[in-house]
């Protein structure tokens, strides 16, 4: 099972994220994504992934209360 493996290759880790292959390769390109290359494949270690997706998931979560702050500060209520 992909899930289990420590290291994963493009189409391991785009299963186990939930994206297409392009995308990751988009992702690896802009260096948005912790990757490595073994030889000349990318390989993706799951615990760094999921470091990576604790780590936007928390900005997002941040991004979405300040903007829910600013917009009751806006409406002016308390």
Do not use: C, H
Request: overall charge positive; glycine content about 6%; cysteine-free.
């Amino acid at each position: 099972m992909a899930d289990s493996r420590e290291v994963m290759n493009i189409r391991q880790a785009s299963q186990y994220l939930g994206v297409s292959p392009d995308t990751l390769y988009k992702y690896v390109n802009e260096q948005q994504i912790p990757a490595f290359k073994l030889g000349n494949r990318w390989r993706f270690k799951k615990s760094k992934l999921d470091q990576w997706m604790e780590e936007k998931s928390v900005a997002t979560e941040t991004r979405s209360g300040k903007k829910i702050k600013a917009a009751v500060k806006a409406a002016g209520t308390p």
